[in-house]
């Protein structure tokens, strides 16, 4: 394992490997890279955050949008959100093989996570930020390592969502204007302090990594895009979306939540849709879409050449509600 001063030493601009993904590479190298994810169509997204142990519910009041946006729908503090979110997390019922066994059972092919969201809280033991599961919560496990590992034991292949550019949690990221006790810093320096280690931890720590998920583009640094960009060669098959910066393409085009009416001009995309209304876990979200909904949705997607990412949603313990559960099953 690398160490924090070690990862953050891959300072924004510093030397990254030259060969990256998504760059210019041969035709028949590009396609032989996402052979396996064009003939996969099937997926498991997996939104999660410490916002799963109120169900998105701020003080008896339910903020608009998915629940991962509470801390900015409703306007939390950074030490609100740590006391009524981050000093609660602990799901006891979380079972890594059985939830891919779930994904593998539904005939997914490969599953991708949130490892840091727009919180800034992440999901992982970070080496270079204590605000992260195993060191600012009672539940003390690796989740990201829990769930590579049995990715890997069962023929998934796994991939990882970053929030590259926002981040509320930092004094250089992005999003959070709301909170006057942040003392700001500029933005490379947060991609130099967090985001880039991370991201490079993330990339050596997990084994095998298919695909990085990124969102939220914004405008960035050179020198911030590029460092962020060239790191993902240290895994030189993954597959990366097109959401780091504007105007990138990265290896496939997102379409959210909306199925194109026509198969796009472009030859390689995903669909991302959550399997009820919310993309992370709210309580009072009840509108689950039908069995033959979701079936229909695969069929369209896939017979327009494109690939169907199908968002679950675990709650504060761990697990899926049953109404996820039976759809996938």
């Given amino acids: 394992a690398l160490c924090c001063s070690a990862l953050c030493c891959s300072a924004v601009g510093a030397e990254q490997p030259e060969s990256t993904p998504g760059g210019k590479q041969p035709p028949e190298q590009r396609e032989e890279r996402l052979k396996w994810w064009n ?7 997996v939104q999660w955050g410490v916002y799963s142990v109120t169900g998105g519910e701020f003080r008896g009041q339910m903020p608009s949008n998915s629940a991962e946006w509470m801390m900015n729908k409703a306007r939390i503090s950074i030490a609100d959100y740590k006391t009524e979110n981050v000093d609660k997390f602990n799901p006891t019922k979380f079972d890594a093989q059985a939830f891919v066994r779930l994904a593998k059972e539904a005939g997914m092919k490969y599953l991708v996570i949130t490892a840091k969201h727009h919180d ?107 460092s962020l960009h ?8 993954i597959i990366t979306n097109d959401r780091l910066g ?16 026509r198969a796009p001009a472009v030859s390689d995309w995903e669909v991302c849709m959550p399997i009820s209304g919310s993309w992370g876990y709210k309580k009072s979200d009840t509108s ?25 949603s675990p709650t504060g313990e761990g697990t899926l509600l049953p109404e996820a559960v039976e759809r996938l099953q």
């Fill in 120 to 226: 800034g809280f992440s999901m992982f033991h970070s080496k270079c930020s204590p605000y992260n599961v195993v060191d600012a919560t009672p539940f003390k496990r690796d989740i990201m390592k829990e769930l590579a590992d049995a990715c890997e034991e069962q023929g998934i292949r796994f991939g990882f969502y970053y929030s590259q550019c926002q981040d509320w949690h930092h004094p250089g990221g992005m999003g959070n204007n709301w909170d006057k006790t942040i003392e700001r810093v500029s933005f490379d320096q947060y991609v130099q302090e967090k985001a880039l280690p991370e991201v490079r931890q993330l990339l050596t720590e997990y084994g095998p990594i298919s695909i990085f998920w990124w969102d939220t583009p914004r405008a960035m640094s050179k020198e911030a895009f590029d």
């Fill in 230 to 237: 060239g790191v993902t060669a240290l895994q030189p098959s």
């Fill in 246 to 261: 504007e105007d990138h393409p990265g290896d496939y085009k997102t379409f959210e939540r909306n199925i194109p009416e």
């Fill in 39 to 45: 003939d996969a169509r099937f997926g498991m997204f």
């Fill in 288 to 312: 689950f879409k039908s069995t033959t909904t979701l079936t229909r949705n695969l069929v369209d997607i896939a017979s327009k050449g494109g690939n169907f990412l199908l968002n679950v």
